[in-house]
T-cell receptor, first 115, second 109 residues
């Protein structure tokens, strides 16, 4: 079972350039999330989507945008990258039918370096 | 503000027992979670506690005291493969997960 697939695995990006991180899940989960993970900090929620067609802002949404055209895909776009967006990005999904037990399934992560 | 505290790093010996503590202050409470994350990998779910008490799952157990805002993860019969970071997370009143920075556990032979 593939679960959640993220691409690219890693990327070096020049400041000011745009970038889309891709995320696809095959578990038919309603909810999807984008987190960033930085050394010494907990996972921070960037954007989320409770169901296809809806999105919401998390704790650190500035500089990022998302879309949820269908259940499976949840891309994250950086319109104009800045060095502070250097991080490891994790996409995750959860099955809201499980009654908010909160178990998240994570992709393998995308390591982004902005120079 | 909302806050999750856990030790930055712990060291233990193979075959021993280790307890990783987590204290929290959040806006409401809808459950506490522990995740394991090996270096360079994705976090994976370990446990979920919403009621006070101990939940045992094989070599791993998780304890919760809501009145004290406290949880611990207990790992028994430590193996080298248990070397990882352990993330504590609390679901607040808005059903959003608040994450601790994680505890890096180093297992020595």
């Amino acid at each position: 079972t593939a679960g959640i697939t993220q691409a690219p695995t890693s990327q070096i990006l020049a400041a000011g350039r745009s970038m889309t991180l891709r995320c696809t899940q095959d578990m038919r989960h309603n909810a999807m999330y984008w987190y960033r993970q930085d050394l010494g900090l907990g996972l921070r929620l960037i954007h989320y989507s409770n169901t296809a067609g809806t999105t919401g802002k998390g704790e650190v949404p500035d500089g990022y945008s998302v879309s949820r055209a269908n259940t499976d895909d949840f891309p994250l776009t950086l319109a104009s990258a800045v060095p502070s967006q250097t991080s490891v990005y994790f996409c995750a999904s959860s099955d809201s039918a499980s009654g908010n037990t909160g178990e998240l399934f994570f992709g393998e992560g995308s390591r982004l370096t902005v120079l | 503000g909302q806050n999750i505290d856990q030790p930055t790093e712990m060291t233990a010996t193979e075959g021993a027992i280790v307890q990783i503590n987590c204290t929290y202050q959040t806006s409401g409470f809808n459950g506490l979670f522990w995740y394991q994350q090996h270096a360079g990998e994705a976090p994976t779910f370990l446990s979920y506690n919403v009621l006070d008490g101990l939940e045992e799952k094989g070599r791993f157990s998780s304890f919760l005291s809501r009145s004290k805002g406290y949880s611990y993860l207990l790992l028994k019969e430590l193996q080298m493969k248990d070397s990882a970071s352990y993330l504590c997370a609390v679901m607040d009143s808005n059903y959003q997960l608040i994450w601790g920075a994680g505890t890096k556990l180093i297992i020595k032979p």
